[in-house]
């Protein structure tokens, strides 16, 4: 494996090669181990995409409502290690995902260019904002990194050297990067752009062949379980892009929203590095370098009309910056843009530096002088915490909520509670995971329910009901709301 992965090259050989490279890992080293010490001071709460990952990890599958299984899958791998659920063991994988990403691509400079360009390249992505804010918490971006990574270092190494072997590890880390997020699928469609337009983008008919069937072996097992679920994680999908769905007369374009989609990436990126994209498109010369194109500005675009034609989230075009790291600090070089570079970077580790210390001490940070600048991910556990006490302190026998957020907490947050906790029946197909799995059915025992709700009083058949328990909103994602908690018979929500 390892001849597979280092680049072979006579550089490797030469010290100055060499310092390179020890001096890209030890500086990627040292930030790693820096945020997961700061893990252990972390104040925040598990965001409610967490939880659900961590929940889904609870019954290990080939798919899940809204996402593929592999977050869900790291996730019981290391909280199995650990021997923990603690938010420590569920967010710990995602540091060392991206360590490992960065060393990749570190190996991708190296064989494309040169030990320095590797050396630039590990740095600028471990501290790139986008990484930063990922290495906070767990998300599909971060599991579906060093495979799409891999995949493009076997994919440059099978069309320098042809060997059958390459387009099988490609494919089969395609296939993986598609296991952890559906966004794997750019790496499929951006081989074939580059050799459509680039004829020293194109493998031989049998490799390209080995590299397709490969990845739709590794990427089967998901594909066989949506087919058997109702396409539940395809829907789900079409939900976010829902202009799909549309006729041609109900398109309405939204500019405002590609403009704060293109722009979002600046802070992504980094503002350097993402203006130092759009020059390569114009400046970019060798053919490596056009190719490195190819796997990044398609991406940046296909997401740019989803951003146009309904709403894009700013990390939708994340697989087009792990090519693109390396397209960009090899391009800055040659042009021998070094102060700009290590503007760059050095913007990078003040961020890499303050967010983790920011989550140490989140609870003290606050933007307007009254709530926490994280308030995104604060104060959840502490709501869920006053729930499971209502429901326990009324003898409640189930909760009941309609809220994912609230959801996603509560099933985290009391997991170990021996409390029951179900969610409202859907009207039609279910709009989340806990709808789908944990919805009120005439196979929930019991009859005294605990019904959480943003409003003072409920009314059922004419009763109107007060709350038992007034629950704690401030300081958190709920600051500034109202939560209250109601003891009411299951016979209010038949139906």
């Given amino acids: 494996m390892h001849a597979i992965l280092s680049p072979l090259k006579n550089q490797e050989l030469d010290p100055a090669s060499q310092d390179w490279m020890k001096a890209g890992i ?13 893990f252990l001071f972390d104040q925040t709460d598990l965001f409610v995409d967490e939880s659900q990952y961590w929940l889904w990890s ?13 977050i869900a899958w790291t996730i019981r791998l290391f909280t199995e290690i650990g021997q ?56 599909t971006d971060t599991i579906m990194a060093p495979f799409f990574s891999l995949a493009l270092l076997f994919y440059f190494r099978l069309l320098h050297e042809g060997h059958a072997r390459f387009a099988l590890l490609a494919g089969a880390m395609a296939g993986l990067a598609f296991l ?18 680039m004829s020293k983008a194109r493998p031989s008919w049998r490799n390209a062949l080995l590299v397709l069937v490969t990845f739709a072996v590794v990427a089967m097992p998901n594909l066989v ?30 500019y405002l929203k590609l403009a704060e989609f293109f722009f979002s990436q600046f802070g992504v990126f980094g503002p350097i590095l993402f203006g130092s994209l759009i020059a390569s498109v114009y400046k970019a010369r060798e053919a490596d370098s056009r190719i490195l194109l ?41 042009e021998r843009y070094y102060r700009l570079l290590r503007l760059s970077v ?56 309609g809220g994912r957020d609230i959801l996603a907490d509560l099933f985290y947050t009391g997991r170990d ?10 009207r039609g197909r279910a709009q989340n995971y806990y709808q789908q799995n944990f919805s009120l059915d005439e196979n929930t025992p019991g009859k005294a329910v605990l019904w959480v709700a943003g409003r003072p009083t409920v009314e059922c058949d004419g009763e109107i009901i007060q709350p038992v328990a007034t629950l704690t909103t401030q300081g958190g994602a709920y600051h500034g709301g109202e939560m209250f908690a109601f003891l009411m018979d299951r016979g209010c929500f038949d139906g």
Wanted: charged share 15%.
């Fill in 84 to 139: 923990s659920d603690s938010i420590f063991w569920v967010r710990l994988p995602v540091p060392l995902f991206h360590f490992a990403t960065a060393l990749i691509l570190g190996s991708l400079g190296k064989y494309l260019y040169d030990a320095r360009t590797a050396c630039w390249a590990m740095i600028s992505y471990i501290t790139m904002p986008a990484v930063t804010l990922g290495s906070a918490v767990i998300s």
């Fill in 58 to 70: 609870q019954d290990l599958d080939f798919g899940y409502y809204s996402k593929p299984p592999l």
């Fill in 294 to 334: 190819f796997f990044s500005v398609p991406v940046i675009l296909i997401v740019c009309v989803q951003a146009l034609l309904s709403k894009a989230y700013a990390n939708w075009a994340v697989a087009a910056y792990f090519g693109g790291t390396v397209l960009v600090v090899a391009g800055l070089l040659q």
């Fill in 346 to 401: 050095w913007i990078g580790v003040v961020i890499a530096i303050g967010l983790p210390f920011l989550t140490a001490i989140a609870y003290h940070v606050s933007i307007d002088g009254e709530k926490p600048a994280l308030k995104r991910i604060l104060g959840r556990e502490r709501l869920s915490q006053d729930i499971i006490d209502a429901a326990k302190a009324n003898n409640a026998d189930f909760i009941l909520v």
């Fill in 417 to 426: 509670s021996g409390v029951v906790i179900r969610s409202i029946r859907p």
């Fill in 180 to 197: 952890a997020k559906y966004a794997g699928i750019y790496f499929i469609i951006c081989v074939v752009l580059a050799a459509v337009f």
């Fill in 225 to 254: 379980w949506n087919y058997f679920n109702d396409l539940t994680t395809f829907e789900h999908t079409m939900d976010n892009a829902d202009w799909v769905r549309r006729n041609s007369s109900e398109l309405d374009l939204k």
């Fill in 26 to 38: 030890a500086a990627c080293a040292i930030l790693t181990l820096y945020r997961v010490i700061l």
